[in-house]
């Protein structure tokens, strides 16, 4: 507060005999003084600077004292007047005070009264002046509170004694969407939520005992509307944290007096939602939002204790999709994703109120049938999903057909305790697989041996892959007139850490069900590929090799891409491979194994037939397809020492290749006597322990550099 040292004052007399006295007696007291000679000369004045003080005469000609007050009033000059006149009517000065003069100082005037009059004048409009910074600054920050109160992310509120609302601010509107003026006077139970009022009674307590310190609770509080809460908040509220502190006065006694609580309440909406998303996701799966393991767990379990109780019976199922991998691997994975929400969407569609559908593996499902009376019921059910899921789906363009494998375990008669009873659902379904899928199956005793190998195989399948612990073993094809080895067909084994080496006959099956066999036979396509272009190094150059591929890995739909690349990669001609395909894989979708088929063999890699004989290909469909060589299935090789009928089919099999001018190979070949005999036939190529057992890879190479059967005996045997 600045107020000023020096007073400025104006002195008005149209005398200037006057106007020097009373400027003389200014002066001496240290007033900064300007005169005016006249009302006319006093505007002027007026309107050029700003005076504390105006003494004023009032009799002037011309220009009189009130219009000079008028101007001043008009113009709303901050001065104080006070009048120093001749005039002493009682009229003319309850006329000029009422006009807001200061004072009025009849002439002559006294000295020492008109200072004193004039010092108290100063005096009052320095105080007045510092009031009035002092309000406005009150005023200002009046202001900034309400405003950031008003405008705090929170509620603020403070209630009465009694509990009721003396003050909310803006937020609370927002937030809830009530009127302030609806709330002041009403006691805060209007709005908490009623299975929250335990809380809000314990906040707002009066009979608190230290004041000092805040109450924290989680609260619910009513929305004014339907529908302004959060949709998932099912009650219409929205949840705060609050903090509520008591106020207290003190009484006469010295005792204190409880007046009421204030605080703030936070909307805690997004943190709820973000610890709902969050529960959410531990006990769901994302992308079809059913319920996940753990979840399944948790209901089965209670399932279990209530079915134990009420001696009724439940059925837990395991649903698997067949050939789902085919999907995802050849349509892609948004394909699959997409393909996995709707068929979840028809799962559920067949199932009760209660039962719990969860998806526990990618195209693997669990399913909780609580309080049924029997297997008829399962049954039933079973049957419905088996049904609902005929109908295609139609995903990004294309028309898919999905089937589903079902195993399912009762309780208590497949198992009392959830473990079991899910385990034994699984092996069901592993059963049914095994059988030729889109089917049901309800567990029997019988298939846990069986069963339990199999899933352990599949595990141990995923870690060997993992682990690099396959190996490729060579067997060779001679020419049967030269002696010469021709090709080595690849063949896999499982070095297994614990049970050794594994032949493909025990776990080839199961890769292919799990679709493990793709990553697995690309493995097999690059060891057969790096293993033959070592040898070609080690100037084996004429050295062909030949594999097996699985039906699965030739639908895929990167198969020829695939093995265009490898071929490249190791610098080899298509001719120096050889790939061994089933019949089964040509009956199964002619057109499009054709059509890869032809854009293998265009870069020159041979096809042959393995196993012929032993399926159910006609020869019209042998002749639509790409085909170099058939290879004589070991059955009917074994055949020929018992010179039975059956040598027939081995005649008729190599004149028919012949024929067709086809290369042809006899597997299994064990004995001189078969070997004597398929070559008078005219089989160019065989294959067989007469000549070697599959070899290990530095076995094999030994064996290529050696030429062990050119000039043997053998060849030469009749
Ligand atoms: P395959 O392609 O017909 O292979 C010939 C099988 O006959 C081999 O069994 C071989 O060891 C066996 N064998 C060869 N000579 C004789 C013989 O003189 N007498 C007898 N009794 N057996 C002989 P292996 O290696 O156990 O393979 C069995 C089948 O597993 C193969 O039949 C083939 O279908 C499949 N397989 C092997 N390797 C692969 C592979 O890399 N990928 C795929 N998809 N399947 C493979
Ligand atoms: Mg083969
Ligand atoms: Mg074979």
């Not at 085919?326 to 559920?348: K, P």
């Not at 890769?511 to 084996?540: D, F, M, P, Y």
């Amino acid at each position: 507060m600045i107020a000023r040292e020096e007073p400025t004052l104006l002195l008005v007399d149209d005398e200037p005999r006057m106007l020097k006295s009373l400027r003389d007696l200014m002066i001496a007291s240290n007033y900064q003084v300007i005169t005016a000679l006249g009302g006319q000369e006093a505007v002027a004045r007026l309107k050029e600077s700003a005076f504390d003080i105006m003494l004023l005469d009032l009799k002037m000609p011309g220009f009189s004292g009130h219009q000079v007050m008028d101007f001043v009033e008009e113009k709303g000059i901050d001065t104080t007047v006070i009048v120093v006149s001749g005039e002493t009517s009682f009229d003319a000065m309850s006329q000029v005070l009422r006009r807001r003069a200061y004072d009025y100082i009849k002439k002559p005037y006294a000295p020492d009264e008109l200072l004193h009059t004039v010092e108290n004048a100063v005096q009052q409009r320095s105080l007045h002046r510092q009031n009035k910074e002092i309000y406005n600054k009150l005023k200002a920050s009046e202001r900034l509170h309400r405003y950031m109160v008003n405008s705090s992310p929170d509620i603020v509120y403070m209630l009465d004694d009694k509990g009721c609302f003396t003050f909310v601010n803006d937020r609370i509107v927002q937030l809830l969407g009530y009127q302030k003026d609806e709330l002041i006077g009403k006691h805060h139970s209007e709005i908490v939520y009623f299975e929250d009022m335990e809380q809000a009674r314990y906040v707002f307590n009066e009979r608190r005992t230290d004041d000092r310190v805040p109450r924290n609770v989680e609260l619910r509080l009513k929305c004014r509307d339907a529908d302004r809460a959060p949709k998932h908040f099912e009650t219409n509220t929205i949840p705060i944290e609050l903090s509520a502190t008591g106020i207290y006065g003190e009484e006469a006694d010295g005792k204190k007096q409880f007046l009421g609580t204030y605080g703030i309440a936070r909307d805690m909406t997004e943190r709820k939602e973000a610890e709902r998303t969050i529960n959410f996701q531990a006990y769901h799966d994302l992308l079809t939002q059913l319920p996940n393991r753990a979840l399944f767990k948790d209901r089965l379990n209670l399932a279990l204790a209530q079915t134990k109780r009420s001696g009724q019976r439940l059925a837990v199922m395991f649903l698997d999709l067949d050939r789902f991998k085919l999907v995802n691997d050849t349509l892609g994975h948004i394909c699959g994703d997409e393909l996995l929400q709707a068929v979840s969407h028809r799962l559920r569609e067949c199932l009760r109120e209660g039962d719990t559908l969860a998806r526990v593996g990618g195209d693997e499902f669990t399913l909780l049938l609580p309080q049924i009376y029997g297997p008829e019921d399962a049954e039933a059910i079973a049957k419905k999903i088996i049904n609902k899921l005929k109908e295609p789906f139609y995903i990004e363009g294309h028309e898919l057909y999905v089937t589903i494998s079902i195993g399912i375990a009762m309780y208590p008669h497949d198992g009392t305790s959830m473990d079991a009873l899910v385990k034994n659902a699984d092996i069901a379904m592993y059963c049914i697989k095994g059988r030729g899928r889109n089917d049901y199956q309800f567990f029997t005793s019988d298939m846990n041996e069986v069963s339990i190998r199999r899933l352990s195989l599949e595990r141990d399948l995923r870690k060997a892959l993992e682990a690099e612990q396959f190996v490729l073993h060579f067997q060779p094809q001679v020419d049967s007139v030269s002696g010469k080895i021709v090709a080595m067909e690849a063949l896999v084994r499982w070095e297994h850490p614990d049970q050794g080496l594994i032949l493909p006959s025990e776990f080839i099956g199961v890769a292919e069900e799990t679709g493990l066999i793709l990553q697995i036979g690309e493995w097999i396509v690059r060891k057969a590929c790096s293993t033959l272009r070592s040898w070609h190094n080690a100037g084996l150059a004429d050295i062909r090799m030949a594999g097996n591929l699985s039906e699965i890995q030739v639908e895929h739909k990167d198969f020829v891409a695939l093995m265009i690349d490898v071929i490249k990669e190791h610098s080899l001609a298509g001719e120096n491979l050889e790939v061994e395909i089933t019949e089964n894989l040509i009956m199964q979708d002619m057109d499009n194994t054709i059509n890869k088929l032809v854009k293998l063999s265009e870069r020159g890699v041979k096809i042959a037939i393995d196993d012929f004989g032993t399926g159910y290909s006609s020869l019209s469909y042998l002749q639509r397809l790409p085909i170099h060589t058939l290879k004589i299935d070991r059955a009917f090789v074994r055949e020929i020492n018992n010179t039975t009928n059956e040598t027939c089919i081995v005649d008729a099999i190599i004149a028919m290749a012949r024929g067709m001018k086809l290369n042809i190979i006899a597997e299994g070949v064990e004995s001189e006597e078969q070997f004597i005999y398929l070559r008078n036939k005219g089989c160019a190529e065989m294959q067989g322990f007469l000549f070697s057992h599959p070899l290990a890879e530095g076995e094999a190479k030994r064996l290529l550099l050696q030429r062990p059967y050119e000039d043997s005996n053998l060849m030469n045997a009749s």
